[in-house]
């Protein structure tokens, strides 16, 4: 009750000098102009309802899931790591789990980790092959062993230990868009000069499916750092999240993103909120996105200025050099403990000029609401 009220008063008396200070710290200038959007002129934090729910755009289907287990009183976690599995088990999506895009050596290599609010628990796993629902992976490590991350082979090998099922986690789907990245890369995965041209050999791979072969153009010019986080606060206000991923699209065997990383990633605190992201996840391990957001919540800041915050010390790494940021995107998402929700995108739109926006169920539906943009314009790659 104490912390209770001691929060509100900060978000109601101290918000404005917090922004001010953050600002000032990290040497933001806020403006009114088409440039970086003033956190000083920000609507106050929105009224929270409890329970609640919210993930990346991708997870929109897969909410009601999570949300039927908060209605009945279920565990947080165990809503949130329901929702994101609808979407790891589904192979038409190659962002996450099953069907993911595959590394460099057209292996799928998957990320994911988890908190526990009300128990202050963390779990993580990363460069998972083989295994398709790394999300609850992530929750088993956090449950039954004494550590908190396990990476590479010896996750794999903990999963089948755990009774996790081994597959090809590559859909035709995935390997033939792998295939046409190699060709495209490489000068010895296509169709030597005596053979027909690229635009046949793109037709032949795909049985002349041109939706097909325009996706597998963009994600081939844009590789894909696709990604579910989501996180949920039930009616009594604890809060879990989990983030899941199969990473950058044609990485380095080994590479791991922001998803698995506690903190950056993912992070809860049961008093305060949750955070996630999406995108360029080195640029989110570099300031730590979820833990800064988590902090700026608690010093008063409503979720929506908080992801500002996280994606202005990114901006502040690259001098707002706007040549710089558009060459990657990133989205920040949180909730905090009232049953607030706000997200905020980098760049307005991405390079397909599709406009950020993120998930949402308050419960009575699920439904897309828009990204705040740090940058009010089109920009921004994967
Ligand atoms: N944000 C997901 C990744 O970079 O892997």
Redo the contacts with the bound molecule.
Sequence with gaps: MELWSRRKFFRTSLAGSALAGANKLFGRTPTNGDDALSLANLAPPAQGKRPLIISSANGLHALDKGMDILKKGGDTLDAVVAAVTVVEDDPNDDSVGYGGLPNEEGEVEL?ASVMHGPTHRAGSVASVRRIKNVSRLAKTVMENTNHVMLVGDGARRYAVAEGFEEMNLLTEHSRKIWLAWKAKTSFNWRPGIDSPEWKEHMAALFDGNEAEIAYAESVIAHPR?G?IPCMAVDAKGDISATTT?S??SWKIPGRV???PIIGA?CCVDNEVGAAG??????E?IKICGGHTIIEMMRKGMSPEAACLEALGRIAHNYKNDKKKLGTFHIYFYAINKDGAHGAASLWRNGYEKKHAVYAVHDGTEAKLVECTPYLDETGGDS
């Design positions: 990320d750092t990604t991923t990473g950058l993103g922001d998803s990633g992201s999406t995108g360029k996840g080195e989110n």
